[in-house]
């Protein structure tokens, strides 16, 4: 099992790492660049500022994302600045910030997608003007970046998720998932990966309905008790998203469901801390997004000097380790970890 086995054991050390590394922190929004040695290589004159651009602003993972970013890009010598929509569900809005970025000339543009396609051709046009692009989190089609950044496979996030969640309800009866906005390419994905998941192993888990909260606190709250009343059955929710598992949990930890409907997904563990210890939650997974977005940084900066082109077999440093760029110019991060009542403490993100 994942939380038993080495693997899980060296996620829990860097988890804790890092967790401490989020402890000392980075306050300013931009770093100064390092003063230019010998301008003769590509790396010496390569243009490292960025652009981070999360689904939306007000979120707590991409906060601790952008963390990450921040400690990397100031190692690196570059500056970065943070732009995003309010809403989570804003494609449109994630455009407007890439043409920004565009005709900012920045050297690279670390983004989620919060659409497949719909942020596609301006991606294109800021590739066309020599800016790199880094999918992270949330990818795109292949074409409209340099890199994806993956936190994890889709089946090992998939995986996890429908683990838990049988684990919890005795592996039968009905559930339900909600989900972030309805175009977020990476909780489709892994709700694909849960749907063959379900079909294949688990036979007595009905998936009943697919409800979207939009990553947003109030919209994913109201939901949660919507489904509740539609479902009077209902044994479970997975909620694939850090604003909507934590927003359920809220809801149900004063509803007469507390206890009797299990909820797990991804979450992070300060969201989730002060529903583990009530019982209202057992077990919810996630990554450590602070490393996450120091990968996606250190990626761009080795597009952006030119020591990679995103083609598989591409390596790359990340602080002391190196990465390697797999299929589809796709770097990996590595494999969700479970939180639960015995380990949460452990965790600052
Ligand atoms: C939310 C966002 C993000 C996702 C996490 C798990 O914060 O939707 O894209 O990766 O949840």
Same mark, same amino acid.
């Given at each position: 099992m994942l939380g038993k086995s080495r693997a899980g054991l060296r996620t829990l050390a860097s988890l804790a790492a890092a967790s401490l590394l989020l402890a000392a922190g980075c306050s300013s929004g931009t770093t100064a660049p390092a003063a230019s040695g010998a301008a003769s290589s590509p790396a010496a004159t390569a243009n490292l500022t960025m652009t981070f651009l999360p689904k #939306?602003?007000?979120n707590a993972y991409f906060d601790t994302s952008f963390k990450g970013v921040q400690t990397a890009v100031a190692a690196i010598g570059g500056t970065v600045t943070q732009v995003g929509p309010?809403?989570?569900?804003?494609p449109a809005g994630q455009v407007s910030y890439i043409n920004t970025a565009a005709q900012q000339q920045v050297g690279a543009l670390l983004v989620s997608a919060n659409d497949k396609s719909a942020i596609c051709d301006a991606l294109k046009e800021a590739m066309t003007a020599g800016v790199k692009v880094v999918t992270f989190d949330s990818d795109t089609?292949?074409?409209?970046?340099?890199l994806f950044v993956n936190q994890a496979t889709a089946e090992g996030i998939a995986k996890v998720q429908v683990d838990m969640i049988a684990s919890q309800i005795g592996d039968a009866g009905e559930v339900a998932i909600l989900s972030a906005?309805?175009?977020a390419t990476n909780q489709n994905a892994w709700i694909d990966m849960m749907k063959k998941e379900f079909a294949a192993?688990?036979? #007595?888990?009905?998936?009943?309905d697919t409800v979207y909260g939009n990553d947003d606190d109030q919209t994913s709250f109201d939901k949660t008790a919507a489904l509740l009343q539609s479902h009077p059955n209902l044994k479970g929710i997975i909620s694939p998203t850090t604003v909507g598992i934590s927003a359920a949990a809220r809801y149900l930890s004063t509803s007469k469901a507390k206890g009797k409907v299990a909820l797990t997904g991804l979450g992070t563990p300060n969201q989730m801390r002060k529903f583990v210890e009530d019982g209202t939650v057992t077990e919810f997974a996630l990554w450590n997004p602070e490393e996450l977005g120091a990968l996606a940084a250190h990626a761009a900066a080795a597009l952006a000097k030119g020591e990679i082109t995103g083609k598989e077999g591409d390596k790359f440093k990340a602080g002391d380790k190196e990465y390697t760029v797999g299929a589809d110019a796709t770097v990996l991060l590595g494999e969700p970890y479970r939180f639960n009542k015995e380990n949460i403490a452990n965790f600052n993100f």
């Open positions: #939306n602003l007000g309010a809403k989570g569900d804003d089609t292949p074409d409209c970046r340099n906005s309805a175009n192993s688990h036979p #007595n888990i009905k998936l009943v």
